[in-house]
């Protein structure tokens, strides 16, 4: 498979070697989802403006990005700004619109040629028409590929995403096309942005933070959760693979019970010996 050149950087045979480690300790997650948080501490704690912070968050992006694709994770999902976000000064949201512009015309030619491809999930109608315009470039020239799909949470919530779904289903009902009584979860997963994705498998959240701030809340009923005091711009390829040393240490049971652990099983076998 053709190298990856994202960082513009080779990758170093140490770096190689803690991916192959990782891939051969246990499962690789199809899916991350992550929580992008503290850029605004980081540059404080530099003495530098809020928005410094978000700029080297961009280079933890593409790090985190590559080193993914690397991986082999399919999914990477990334909140970049939430509904709630827009509540900011609009100097700060303006200074985030004209940084994730920048980033995509620096960037759009970059994941095409590493096949990746570029997708959104949110409120993109929100966003001032420069953006939509470079966000949808980006996301036309790499729709054919498949590596690893690069998800941007924009103007995303999700109670926005669960409330969008339901509006669809009733249009359904009042329309006469659906009886109430045939929604079921699969419908509603069906009607969400992330339809077609998998649910996340892990959630990372930087800045230590324990909370999931209105994410993915439908999409991460079973996902594994690690949070790490590291503000995001300090998170890095590094982070990532403790984060996923953790994840193959889960024992995911999907509410049910570990093979071998059932104890009618052994009873019987007790019974019969
Ligand atoms: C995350 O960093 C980026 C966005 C939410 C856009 P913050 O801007 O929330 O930084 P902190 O959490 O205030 O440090
Ligand atoms: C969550 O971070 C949203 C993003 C990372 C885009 P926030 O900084 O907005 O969340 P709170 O305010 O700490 O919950
Ligand atoms: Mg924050």
Redesign the pocket.
Known sequence: MKELTLTNKVQTKDDKEKQSLLANAGEIPEHIAI???GNGRWAKKKGSIRLHGHKVGVDSVRDITEACAQLGVKYLTL????T??WGRPTAEVRGLMRLLVASLRKEADNLHENDIKLVTIGQMDRFPADCQDELQEAIDLTAGNNRLQLCLALSYSGRWDITEAVKKIARHVDAGRLDPELINDQMITDHLSTANVPDPDLIIRTSG?Y?I?NFLLWQLAYSELYITERYWPDFRRDQLYEAIESFQQRDRRFGKIKNGEDENANNSRLHKN
Do not use: G, T
Not at 79 to 82: D, G, I, L, Q
């Open positions: 929580i992008m948080d909140y970049a700004f939430s709630e976000n933070e909370r701030s």
